[in-house]
C-alpha cells in the first residue's frame, strides 16, 4: 500500500507565495512519477505539474508554468510545490498524485489540501 500526506495549504493574499509538501510512504517502486492536480469549486479536477522519480523531468500546466516550481527530496521521499505569485483563480483543493508505471502499477492519491488565495 502507498499513502500520500499533503500540508503546506493555507489562506494568503494574491501576489503571495505557498509551499506544498508531499511526503510518499509504503512500497513505491520505480519507475514512478509525483503529480499536483487541483480542483476548483464548481469545476473539474486538472493538472498542474508532475516531476519523475529522479527529479530529471517536469512538466506543468500552462495556467502555473513560470509561477510554480516542483521538486523532489529523494532522500525525504518529498515532493514540494513552490508556488509564487498565487492569483485568486488559483484557489482550490490541491491533491498529490503517485503513477507508478513499472511492473508494479498502481495510481495513488492524497487528501488534498485546500490553498485559498484572495484578491
Known amino acids: 500500500q502507498v499513502r500520500l500526506a499533503e500540508s503546506g495549504g493555507g489562506l494568503v493574499q494574491a501576489g503571495g507565495s505557498l509551499r506544498l509538501s508531499c511526503v510518499d510512504s509504503?512500497?513505491?517502486?520505480?519507475?514512478?512519477?509525483t503529480g499536483w492536480f487541483r480542483r476548483a469549486p464548481g469545476k473539474e479536477r486538472e493538472f498542474v505539474a508532475a516531476?519523475?522519480?529522479?527529479?530529471?523531468?517536469?512538466d506543468y500546466a500552462n495556467s502555473v508554468r513560470g509561477r510554480f516550481t516542483i521538486s523532489r527530496d529523494t532522500a525525504k521521499n518529498t515532493v514540494y510545490l513552490q508556488m509564487n505569485s498565487l492569483k485568486p483563480e488559483d484557489t482550490a483543493v490541491y491533491y498529490c498524485?503517485?503513477?507508478?508505471?513499472?511492473?508494479?502499477?498502481?495510481?495513488?492519491w492524497g487528501q488534498g489540501t485546500q490553498v485559498t488565495v484572495s484578491s
Open positions: 509504503g512500497r513505491v517502486v520505480r519507475p514512478y512519477t
Open positions: 516531476i519523475n522519480w529522479s527529479g530529471t523531468d517536469t
Open positions: 498524485n503517485l503513477d507508478m508505471t513499472g511492473w508494479r502499477r498502481g495510481v495513488y
